[in-house]
C-alpha cells in the first residue's frame, strides 16, 4: 500500500508544482506580449481557474495521501507529539515540511478564494496575487526538497 500512496502523492505534487511552474515560467511572460492590460487579465484568470480546480485535488490527494504514508512507514500521531522525536534530525524535517505544507495551504486559500478573484479588478489585489503565487511556489519547492530529504535519508 505504500508504494501506491507514495505514487500518489508524487502524482499530486508533479501536478501542483508542475503546473504553478509552467504559470510563472510559460503562461505568465506569454500573456505579458499581449498589449491589451483587460484581455490579459482575462486570459490569466481563465487559466488560472481552470487550473485552480485541479490544484485543488492535487492538495487534496496530498493531504490525505501524506498521512496514509506516513502511518505506513511507521510515524504514528503519537510519535509525531512525542518531543523526543523533535530531537531527531527525521523529526525536524518532517515537522519543518508540515509547516510548511500547513502555511502554504492556508496561503493558497487566501490565492485562490480572495485575491485572485479580487485581481481582475484591482491592481494592488493583482501585485498581492502575484507576492502570494511567487511565495506559494517557493515554498513548494522547498517542500519537495524536504520531502527529498525524508526519502533519501538526508532528513
Known sequence: MLNLFLFLHIMAALFWVGGMLF????VAPFLLRMEDARERSAVYQEVGSRYRFWGWIAIATLLVTGPLNLYFLGVSPS???DASFHTTTYGKV???????VSIIVVSSL???FWLGPRA?????FSTLAR???RSNLALAIVIVILAVLLRTGGG
Do not use: N, Q, W, Y
Open 131 to 133: 507576492i502570494f503565487g
Open 120 to 124: 481582475r479588478s484591482s491592481p494592488r
Open 94 to 100: 518532517l515537522m519543518a515540511k508540515l509547516t510548511f
Open 79 to 81: 510519535l509525531i507529539f
Open 110 to 112: 487566501l490565492h485562490d
Open 23 to 26: 504559470l510563472t515560467i510559460v
